[in-house]
Protein backbone atom coordinates (compact mmCIF):
# COMPACT_ATOMS: atom_id res chain seq x y z
CA UNK A 1 0.00 0.00 0.00
CA UNK A 2 1.86 3.34 -0.93
CA UNK A 3 1.52 6.18 1.23
CA UNK A 4 3.49 8.42 -0.49
CA UNK A 5 2.32 10.42 -2.51
CA UNK A 6 3.67 13.63 -1.36
CA UNK A 7 7.36 12.09 -2.62
CA UNK A 8 5.90 10.58 -5.87
CA UNK A 9 2.92 8.68 -7.19
CA UNK A 10 2.40 6.52 -9.41
CA UNK A 11 1.65 7.24 -13.40
CA UNK A 12 -1.91 7.31 -14.18
CA UNK A 13 -2.29 4.68 -17.10
CA UNK A 14 -4.71 7.18 -18.82
CA UNK A 15 -1.60 9.55 -18.89
CA UNK A 16 1.12 6.75 -20.27
CA UNK A 17 -1.71 6.08 -22.99
CA UNK A 18 -1.99 9.82 -24.08
CA UNK A 19 2.37 9.60 -23.84
CA UNK A 20 2.64 6.36 -25.83
CA UNK A 21 2.20 7.80 -29.14
CA UNK A 22 4.57 10.60 -28.57
CA UNK A 23 7.20 8.20 -27.67
CA UNK A 24 6.61 5.89 -30.76
CA UNK A 25 5.42 7.52 -34.29
CA UNK A 26 4.49 11.39 -33.17
CA UNK A 27 8.40 11.60 -33.21
CA UNK A 28 8.25 15.06 -34.51
CA UNK A 29 10.20 18.33 -33.43
CA UNK A 30 7.96 21.02 -32.52
CA UNK A 31 9.84 23.96 -34.82
CA UNK A 32 10.04 21.87 -38.13
CA UNK A 33 7.63 22.53 -40.53
CA UNK A 34 6.19 19.69 -42.10
CA UNK A 35 3.48 18.02 -40.31
CA UNK A 36 4.95 16.29 -37.86
CA UNK A 37 6.32 18.86 -36.60
CA UNK A 38 2.77 20.20 -36.56
CA UNK A 39 1.51 17.66 -34.87
CA UNK A 40 3.94 17.67 -32.04
CA UNK A 41 3.49 21.67 -31.79
CA UNK A 42 -0.45 21.10 -31.79
CA UNK A 43 0.34 18.70 -28.89
CA UNK A 44 2.14 21.22 -27.34
CA UNK A 45 -0.57 24.18 -27.51
CA UNK A 46 -3.14 21.43 -25.91
CA UNK A 47 -0.57 20.43 -23.04
CA UNK A 48 -0.12 24.00 -22.36
CA UNK A 49 -3.87 24.92 -22.02
CA UNK A 50 -4.61 21.82 -19.66
CA UNK A 51 -1.98 23.23 -17.58
CA UNK A 52 -3.46 27.14 -17.73
CA UNK A 53 -7.16 25.31 -16.99
CA UNK A 54 -5.86 23.66 -13.71
CA UNK A 55 -4.14 27.15 -12.55
CA UNK A 56 -6.72 29.65 -14.33
CA UNK A 57 -3.95 31.11 -16.02
CA UNK A 58 -3.93 32.35 -19.36
CA UNK A 59 -1.93 29.32 -22.14
CA UNK A 60 0.76 31.91 -22.40
CA UNK A 61 1.62 32.21 -18.87
CA UNK A 62 2.35 28.72 -18.75
CA UNK A 63 6.60 27.86 -19.80
CA UNK A 64 7.52 24.02 -19.51
CA UNK A 65 10.52 23.20 -17.22
CA UNK A 66 12.07 19.92 -15.94
CA UNK A 67 9.98 19.99 -13.26
CA UNK A 68 9.37 21.21 -9.35
CA UNK A 69 13.00 21.94 -8.60
CA UNK A 70 13.82 24.03 -11.66
CA UNK A 71 10.65 26.07 -11.83
CA UNK A 72 11.52 27.19 -8.24
CA UNK A 73 15.41 27.84 -9.44
CA UNK A 74 13.93 29.72 -12.17
CA UNK A 75 11.12 32.09 -10.65
CA UNK A 76 13.73 33.20 -7.63
CA UNK A 77 17.09 33.54 -10.04
CA UNK A 78 15.77 34.97 -13.03
CA UNK A 79 13.65 38.33 -10.59
CA UNK A 80 17.29 37.91 -9.36
CA UNK A 81 18.58 38.68 -13.08
CA UNK A 82 16.30 41.40 -13.76
CA UNK A 83 16.44 43.47 -10.88
CA UNK A 84 20.90 43.39 -11.40
CA UNK A 85 20.08 45.97 -14.26
CA UNK A 86 18.36 48.49 -11.75
CA UNK A 87 21.38 47.96 -9.28
CA UNK A 88 23.12 50.89 -7.93
CA UNK A 89 24.97 51.12 -4.74
CA UNK A 90 22.66 52.88 -3.01
CA UNK A 91 20.14 50.55 -3.94
CA UNK A 92 21.47 47.17 -4.02
CA UNK A 93 18.17 45.32 -4.60
CA UNK A 94 19.44 42.49 -2.45
CA UNK A 95 16.49 41.32 -0.39
CA UNK A 96 14.05 38.66 -0.68
CA UNK A 97 11.63 36.58 1.70
CA UNK A 98 10.71 33.47 2.03
CA UNK A 99 10.68 31.11 4.91
CA UNK A 100 12.03 28.77 7.23
CA UNK A 101 9.66 25.46 6.07
CA UNK A 102 10.16 25.87 2.39
CA UNK A 103 10.84 23.01 0.05
CA UNK A 104 15.14 22.98 -0.63
CA UNK A 105 14.79 23.79 -4.16
CA UNK A 106 13.72 27.33 -2.72
CA UNK A 107 15.43 27.31 0.31
CA UNK A 108 18.66 26.13 -1.06
CA UNK A 109 18.54 28.72 -4.01
CA UNK A 110 18.43 31.45 -1.06
CA UNK A 111 21.23 29.79 0.67
CA UNK A 112 23.09 30.04 -2.38
CA UNK A 113 22.78 33.67 -3.19
CA UNK A 114 23.51 34.56 0.15
CA UNK A 115 27.03 33.61 -0.70
CA UNK A 116 26.82 36.10 -3.71
CA UNK A 117 25.22 39.39 -0.68
CA UNK A 118 22.00 38.42 -1.15
CA UNK A 119 19.86 39.47 1.78
CA UNK A 120 17.12 36.19 2.81
CA UNK A 121 14.60 36.85 5.50
CA UNK A 122 13.36 33.43 6.58
CA UNK A 123 9.90 34.05 8.14
CA UNK A 124 9.38 31.59 11.00
CA UNK A 125 6.13 29.78 11.51
CA UNK A 126 3.94 29.36 14.34
CA UNK A 127 3.63 26.00 15.95
CA UNK A 128 0.58 25.20 13.46
CA UNK A 129 3.27 25.72 10.54
CA UNK A 130 1.82 29.27 9.28
CA UNK A 131 3.39 32.00 8.86
CA UNK A 132 2.20 35.33 10.27
CA UNK A 133 1.17 38.35 7.74
CA UNK A 134 2.37 41.16 10.18
CA UNK A 135 5.65 39.66 10.24
CA UNK A 136 5.74 39.47 6.41
CA UNK A 137 4.77 43.22 5.65
CA UNK A 138 7.07 44.07 8.57
CA UNK A 139 9.83 42.09 7.00
CA UNK A 140 9.56 44.34 3.66
CA UNK A 141 11.87 47.16 2.62
CA UNK A 142 13.12 48.91 -0.36
CA UNK A 143 15.28 46.46 -1.52
CA UNK A 144 12.86 43.73 -1.66
CA UNK A 145 13.08 42.18 -4.52
CA UNK A 146 10.41 38.83 -4.73
CA UNK A 147 8.64 37.17 -2.09
CA UNK A 148 8.70 33.56 -2.43
CA UNK A 149 6.06 31.41 0.18
CA UNK A 150 5.18 27.87 -0.68
CA UNK A 151 1.35 27.58 -1.06
CA UNK A 152 1.28 24.36 0.88
CA UNK A 153 4.24 22.48 2.71
CA UNK A 154 5.56 19.21 1.30
CA UNK A 155 6.06 17.27 4.73
CA UNK A 156 3.39 18.64 7.00
CA UNK A 157 0.23 19.85 4.34
CA UNK A 158 0.06 23.30 6.03
CA UNK A 159 -1.79 25.13 4.02
CA UNK A 160 -0.55 29.19 3.54
CA UNK A 161 -2.74 32.18 3.70
CA UNK A 162 -1.89 32.52 -0.49
CA UNK A 163 -4.49 35.20 -1.05
CA UNK A 164 -3.26 37.34 1.94
CA UNK A 165 0.17 37.29 1.07
CA UNK A 166 -0.28 38.02 -2.33
CA UNK A 167 -2.06 41.36 -1.15
CA UNK A 168 0.60 42.07 1.04
CA UNK A 169 3.42 42.18 -1.74
CA UNK A 170 1.14 43.90 -4.26
CA UNK A 171 0.51 46.54 -1.86
CA UNK A 172 4.30 46.76 -2.03
CA UNK A 173 4.76 45.97 -5.79
CA UNK A 174 6.70 42.88 -5.33
CA UNK A 175 6.50 40.16 -7.06
CA UNK A 176 4.92 37.00 -5.09
CA UNK A 177 6.32 33.53 -6.13
CA UNK A 178 4.57 30.42 -4.72
CA UNK A 179 5.67 26.68 -4.84
CA UNK A 180 2.46 25.01 -5.44
CA UNK A 181 4.21 21.28 -6.37
CA UNK A 182 1.67 19.71 -3.24
CA UNK A 183 -1.13 21.59 -3.89
CA UNK A 184 -2.24 21.63 -7.69
CA UNK A 185 -4.45 18.83 -8.12
CA UNK A 186 -5.16 18.37 -4.27
CA UNK A 187 -6.88 22.11 -3.34
CA UNK A 188 -8.28 24.57 -5.59
CA UNK A 189 -5.01 26.76 -6.90
CA UNK A 190 -6.34 29.65 -8.89
CA UNK A 191 -2.99 32.28 -9.57
CA UNK A 192 -5.45 35.25 -9.88
CA UNK A 193 -7.84 35.01 -7.19
CA UNK A 194 -5.21 33.89 -4.96
CA UNK A 195 -2.91 36.79 -6.38
CA UNK A 196 0.17 34.94 -7.52
CA UNK A 197 2.51 36.12 -10.10
CA UNK A 198 4.93 33.22 -10.32
CA UNK A 199 4.16 29.64 -9.68
CA UNK A 200 5.93 26.04 -9.80
CA UNK A 201 4.03 22.61 -10.24
CA UNK A 202 5.42 19.29 -10.94
CA UNK A 203 4.29 16.40 -12.98
CA UNK A 204 5.54 13.21 -10.83
CA UNK A 205 3.45 14.53 -7.85
CA UNK A 206 -0.07 15.09 -9.43
CA UNK A 207 0.39 11.29 -11.58
CA UNK A 208 2.39 12.26 -13.96
CA UNK A 209 6.04 11.57 -15.41
CA UNK A 210 8.84 12.61 -14.01
CA UNK A 211 11.31 15.48 -15.39
CA UNK A 212 8.35 17.36 -16.38
CA UNK A 213 6.99 20.86 -14.84
CA UNK A 214 5.90 24.19 -15.87
CA UNK A 215 6.29 27.99 -14.51
CA UNK A 216 3.56 29.90 -14.57
CA UNK A 217 4.25 33.54 -14.74
CA UNK A 218 2.12 36.48 -14.53
CA UNK A 219 1.66 38.16 -18.41
CA UNK A 220 3.11 41.69 -17.98
CA UNK A 221 5.55 40.46 -16.00
CA UNK A 222 8.26 39.86 -18.10
CA UNK A 223 11.50 37.77 -16.88
CA UNK A 224 15.02 36.98 -18.20
CA UNK A 225 15.74 33.26 -19.33
CA UNK A 226 18.01 31.31 -18.06
CA UNK A 227 18.34 29.18 -19.95
CA UNK A 228 19.16 30.32 -23.69
CA UNK A 229 19.41 28.41 -26.81
CA UNK A 230 16.90 28.23 -29.79
CA UNK A 231 14.35 30.18 -28.59
CA UNK A 232 11.82 27.53 -27.63
CA UNK A 233 8.83 28.41 -24.87
CA UNK A 234 8.95 31.66 -26.55
CA UNK A 235 12.59 32.12 -25.97
CA UNK A 236 11.85 31.61 -22.26
CA UNK A 237 13.63 28.44 -21.81
CA UNK A 238 15.09 27.11 -24.91
CA UNK A 239 15.94 23.27 -25.68
CA UNK A 240 14.18 20.82 -27.89
CA UNK A 241 10.54 20.16 -26.08
CA UNK A 242 10.17 16.96 -24.39
CA UNK A 243 6.60 16.47 -25.83
CA UNK A 244 5.61 12.97 -24.31
CA UNK A 245 6.46 14.20 -21.16
CA UNK A 246 4.50 17.28 -21.38
CA UNK A 247 1.72 15.90 -22.88
CA UNK A 248 1.72 13.52 -19.88
CA UNK A 249 1.71 16.67 -17.97
CA UNK A 250 -1.07 18.31 -19.82
CA UNK A 251 -3.31 15.00 -19.45
CA UNK A 252 -2.36 14.94 -15.60
CA UNK A 253 -3.17 18.30 -15.49
CA UNK A 254 -6.32 17.72 -17.18
CA UNK A 255 -7.63 14.59 -15.04
CA UNK A 256 -6.47 16.58 -11.85
CA UNK A 257 -8.54 19.58 -12.79
CA UNK A 258 -11.80 17.30 -13.54
CA UNK A 259 -11.65 15.32 -10.39
CA UNK A 260 -10.50 18.06 -8.26
CA UNK A 261 -13.75 18.11 -6.25
CA UNK A 262 -13.73 13.98 -6.01
CA UNK A 263 -10.32 14.05 -5.34
CA UNK A 264 -10.75 16.45 -2.10
CA UNK A 265 -13.03 14.62 -0.73
CA UNK A 266 -11.82 10.81 -1.11
CA UNK A 267 -8.38 11.97 0.33
CA UNK A 268 -9.68 14.18 3.20
CA UNK A 269 -12.31 10.57 4.52
CA UNK A 270 -9.11 8.86 4.43
CA UNK A 271 -7.28 11.17 6.00
CA UNK A 272 -9.42 11.72 8.50
CA UNK A 273 -10.46 7.90 9.28
CA UNK A 274 -6.23 7.59 9.51
CA UNK A 275 -5.83 9.91 11.71
CA UNK A 276 -8.30 9.56 14.24
CA UNK A 277 -7.79 5.68 14.53
CA UNK A 278 -4.02 6.65 14.63
CA UNK A 279 -4.15 8.93 17.44
CA UNK A 280 -6.68 6.96 19.54
CA UNK A 281 -5.02 3.21 19.33
CA UNK A 282 -1.73 5.11 20.12
CA UNK A 283 -0.59 6.90 23.44
CA UNK A 284 1.54 9.74 22.82
CA UNK A 285 1.11 10.10 18.92
CA UNK A 286 0.32 13.57 18.11
CA UNK A 287 -0.42 15.65 14.91
CA UNK A 288 2.17 18.03 13.05
CA UNK A 289 1.09 21.00 11.64
CA UNK A 290 -2.55 22.50 11.61
CA UNK A 291 -5.26 20.50 11.65
CA UNK A 292 -7.47 23.05 9.91
CA UNK A 293 -5.34 24.36 7.47
CA UNK A 294 -3.75 21.13 5.57
CA UNK A 295 -4.01 19.23 2.36
CA UNK A 296 -6.87 16.96 2.65
CA UNK A 297 -4.09 14.07 1.49
CA UNK A 298 -1.64 14.88 4.30
CA UNK A 299 -0.88 12.87 7.67
CA UNK A 300 2.07 13.86 9.50
CA UNK A 301 2.03 12.28 13.16
CA UNK A 302 4.93 11.76 15.42
CA UNK A 303 5.46 9.19 17.83
CA UNK A 304 7.28 9.80 20.84
CA UNK A 305 10.57 7.34 21.60
CA UNK A 306 11.18 5.76 18.35
CA UNK A 307 12.80 6.57 15.79
CA UNK A 308 10.82 7.26 12.03
CA UNK A 309 13.45 5.42 10.11
CA UNK A 310 12.68 1.98 11.79
CA UNK A 311 9.01 2.59 11.71
CA UNK A 312 9.21 3.17 8.30
CA UNK A 313 11.27 0.34 7.20
CA UNK A 314 8.95 -2.31 9.30
CA UNK A 315 6.61 -0.85 7.52
CA UNK A 316 7.66 -1.51 4.35
CA UNK A 317 7.70 -5.22 5.66
CA UNK A 318 4.65 -4.98 5.88
CA UNK A 319 3.91 -3.67 2.11
CA UNK A 320 2.95 0.11 3.69
CA UNK A 321 5.13 2.56 1.88
CA UNK A 322 5.58 5.61 3.75
CA UNK A 323 8.33 8.53 4.73
CA UNK A 324 9.35 9.78 8.14
CA UNK A 325 9.88 13.58 7.27
CA UNK A 326 10.18 14.51 4.04
CA UNK A 327 12.31 12.26 1.18
CA UNK A 328 13.99 14.74 -0.08
CA UNK A 329 16.20 15.15 3.17
CA UNK A 330 16.70 11.62 3.64
CA UNK A 331 20.38 11.92 2.85
CA UNK A 332 21.13 13.74 5.82
CA UNK A 333 20.65 12.99 9.66
CA UNK A 334 19.88 16.52 10.97
CA UNK A 335 16.31 16.08 11.14
CA UNK A 336 13.83 17.94 9.35
CA UNK A 337 13.93 21.69 9.31
CA UNK A 338 10.03 21.85 8.90
CA UNK A 339 9.72 20.22 12.51
CA UNK A 340 12.41 22.30 14.13
CA UNK A 341 10.28 25.45 12.52
CA UNK A 342 7.37 24.53 14.27
CA UNK A 343 10.01 24.07 17.55
CA UNK A 344 9.77 20.10 18.20
CA UNK A 345 12.38 18.67 19.88
CA UNK A 346 14.86 16.62 17.53
CA UNK A 347 14.44 13.09 19.37
CA UNK A 348 10.65 13.89 19.02
CA UNK A 349 10.89 15.12 15.45
CA UNK A 350 12.70 11.60 14.60
CA UNK A 351 9.96 9.89 15.36
CA UNK A 352 7.83 10.91 12.92
CA UNK A 353 5.73 9.52 9.96
CA UNK A 354 4.16 10.70 6.42
CA UNK A 355 1.64 9.07 5.06
CA UNK A 356 0.31 11.05 1.95
CA UNK A 357 -2.74 9.81 0.08
CA UNK A 358 -3.22 9.15 -3.66
CA UNK A 359 -5.98 8.29 -5.74
CA UNK A 360 -5.40 4.60 -5.33
CA UNK A 361 -5.87 4.31 -1.68
CA UNK A 362 -9.17 2.88 -0.94
CA UNK A 363 -11.34 3.82 2.74
CA UNK A 364 -11.21 -0.22 2.68
CA UNK A 365 -7.15 0.16 3.22
CA UNK A 366 -7.37 2.47 5.95
CA UNK A 367 -7.16 -0.53 9.03
CA UNK A 368 -4.87 -2.49 7.56
CA UNK A 369 -2.67 0.73 7.77
CA UNK A 370 -3.37 1.83 11.32
CA UNK A 371 -2.81 -1.71 12.25
CA UNK A 372 0.77 -1.68 10.81
CA UNK A 373 1.53 1.24 12.28
CA UNK A 374 0.10 0.40 15.50
CA UNK A 375 1.67 -2.97 15.42
CA UNK A 376 5.34 -1.46 14.63
CA UNK A 377 4.89 1.65 17.27
CA UNK A 378 4.34 -1.03 19.82
CA UNK A 379 7.18 -3.05 18.80
CA UNK A 380 10.07 -0.14 18.54
CA UNK A 381 8.66 1.36 21.85
CA UNK A 382 9.21 -2.09 23.67
CA UNK A 383 12.82 -2.17 22.54
CA UNK A 384 12.99 1.37 23.09
CA UNK A 385 15.44 2.78 25.85
CA UNK A 386 13.00 6.16 25.75
CA UNK A 387 9.84 4.73 26.90
CA UNK A 388 8.97 2.81 29.69
CA UNK A 389 7.26 -0.29 29.33
CA UNK A 390 6.16 -0.26 33.05
CA UNK A 391 4.29 2.41 32.84
CA UNK A 392 3.60 3.25 28.71
CA UNK A 393 5.18 6.35 29.46
CA UNK A 394 7.84 8.58 27.27
CA UNK A 395 10.98 9.07 29.20
CA UNK A 396 13.28 10.43 26.91
CA UNK A 397 13.37 14.05 28.21
CA UNK A 398 15.65 12.55 30.70
CA UNK A 399 18.48 11.80 28.16
CA UNK A 400 18.22 15.14 26.68
CA UNK A 401 21.65 16.98 26.35
CA UNK A 402 21.93 20.65 27.34
CA UNK A 403 22.58 22.89 24.41
CA UNK A 404 25.98 24.22 24.47
CA UNK A 405 26.20 25.94 21.59
CA UNK A 406 23.26 26.86 18.85
CA UNK A 407 24.41 27.63 15.64
CA UNK A 408 21.42 29.12 14.98
C1 LIG B 1 8.60 17.61 -5.10
C2 LIG B 1 8.66 19.06 -4.79
C3 LIG B 1 9.51 19.92 -5.50
C4 LIG B 1 10.46 19.42 -6.54
O1 LIG B 1 9.83 19.01 -7.70
P1 LIG B 1 10.62 18.05 -8.72
O2 LIG B 1 9.71 17.97 -9.90
O3 LIG B 1 10.80 16.75 -8.01
O4 LIG B 1 11.91 18.73 -9.05
C5 LIG B 1 9.48 21.26 -5.20
N1 LIG B 1 8.66 21.74 -4.24
C6 LIG B 1 7.83 20.95 -3.53
C7 LIG B 1 6.94 21.53 -2.51
C8 LIG B 1 7.82 19.58 -3.78
O5 LIG B 1 7.01 18.80 -3.06
Known sequence: MYVDNSATSPLNPQVLDAMIPYLKEEYGNASTLYFLGIKAKRALQ????????LINAEDDEIIFTSGGTESDNTAIKSIVLKQLKHKTPENPKNHIITTQIEHPAVLNTCKFLEEYGYEITYLPVDKDGLINLKQLENAINEQTILI???HSNNEIGTIQPTKQIGEIAHKYNIPFHSDAVQSVGKIPVDVKEQNIDILS???????????????YVKKGLTLPPLIHGGGQENSKRSGTENIPAIVGLGKAAEIAHENLEKTMKHNQQIRDALIE?????????????SLKHRLPN????????????????????????????SACST??????????????????????????????????DVDYIVDAIVETVEYLREISPLWDNKTNTYIGDKFEQPVINSTH
Open 46 to 53: KARHQVAQ
Open 148 to 150: TIM
Open 201 to 215: LSAHKINGPKGIGAL
Open 277 to 289: KITTQIPDSYING
Open 298 to 325: NVHIRFSGIEGESLILKLAQKGVYAATG
Open 331 to 364: HNLQGSHVLAALQIKPALSHGSLRLSIGPENRLE
